[in-house]
């Protein structure tokens, strides 16, 4: 296979791993600079390879690019807290390109630059990416692919050879055929269509805890991320319950596709929970509306206390979590103030603390606070008082 050809619209059928191998060994013998776009024809999804002298730069593209970015940071970048409004706010600052997702790349060689993360992160955060979307591509079945020689990405990070992956990504295809899930698209979302039925099944912890993860916004993916483990688990797990039609999987929109319709449909806006955060740390308020965000409700960060009566009035949330420590006013005086006022008479609040010794639950129930959750917010225990608060 030359580089002529390449360049050309090429159909390639059952793009499984042999030819993977064969198609980049080419491109790197012939030490091929450039932008490799695979289209998926019947779904339309279009994935881009960035080549430097054969070897691979970057690769994005699909369905869910910021959902598998989001991904990427909380298995390998954990120390970069993912979140969604200020990710929208910077993209439309720097007027980001998302047709080709080039963005990620410097976002990635800036972070290794100042050394927020490690060249090893760095490298890590690519093939999570490339793996992915080899078993995206390969899932696809048929693709065309051609070369675009002018679109070059210069390499600021140390670049990967594909050769390393592909029989990594032929392990995943197999274990997937062999699970008889050929299928069942790890981009879909699992959602439960028969309660009742379910509920007969299970024990009440378990059918609660189902309820909270299969909202119909996490894909297969997300879950297996949130539960640390693997896609191919996650799918098995629910098997039998998707067989049995309790389950169902679907189609979701990308996470800033879906805050955009959110604000833009007032309606389906409306449908959702608010839940509104009270604390002067915004590293406190991200990590709240990341597992807030994932579980399918509205969130609202309030980081300036003295600000937060009349933000509260305006949209009025239907669950507030308060810090108690904070500069200017504490949060027991400031719930004080909220019960005072006819619109939060009986909104449930729940203090942030690290402290919740008797003392301080008597003074928190003087002053109309609902319950406690521990400062170092752990995903579980914020869901389950998520659950406890809301109809």
Known sequence: MNAKIISEDLIIKEFTAPKQLKLFTSLQQAQMSGQLTFINP???????????????????????????????????????????????????????????????????????????????????ALRFAIREILFDITQGRQVTCSLDQNNILYPKVKTIKLEELIPENQQTWSNWENAKALDRSPNLAPIILHSQDLQQKTSIPAFQSL????????????????????????????????????????????????????????????????????????????????????????????????????????????????????????????????RKHEKFADTPIVFLTSNSGIIDRIRAKIVGSSDFLKKTVDADELMQKVVEHLP
């Open 42 to 124: 019947i779904q339309g999804s279009e994935w881009y390879f960035y080549l430097y002298l054969g070897d691979i730069v970057y690769a994005t593209g699909g369905i869910h690019p910021i959902r598998r970015w989001q991904r990427n940071l909380i298995s390998n970048l954990p120390q970069i807290p993912f979140s969604l409004s200020s990710l929208q706010e910077e993209l439309t600052e720097y007027k980001a390109d998302l047709s080709d997702n080039i963005w990620e790349y410097q976002q990635l060689c800036n972070w290794v630059e100042q050394k927020v993360i490690t060249p090893e992160q760095g490298k890590s």
């Open 211 to 338: 309820c909270k993860l299969l909202n119909g916004n996490r894909t297969i993916r997300d879950l297996a991320v949130q539960l640390k483990t693997t896609p191919l688990q996650v799918l098995g797990s629910l098997l039998p319950y998707i067989q049995s039609g309790i389950f169902g999987l679907v189609d979701v929109p990308d996470l800033l596709e879906l805050l955009t319709s959110s604000d833009n449909n007032h309606y389906s806006n409306q449908d959702r929970p608010l839940i509104a955060c009270i604390d002067d740390s915004l590293m406190v308020s991200q990590m709240m509306e990341q597992i807030i965000g994932m579980a399918g409700y509205r969130f609202m960060a309030i980081n300036d206390p003295l600000e937060a009566v009349s933000a509260l009035v305006e949209r009025q949330p239907d669950l507030i979590f308060l810090d108690i420590v904070m500069p200017k006013i504490s949060g027991y005086d400031l719930c004080a103030q909220l």
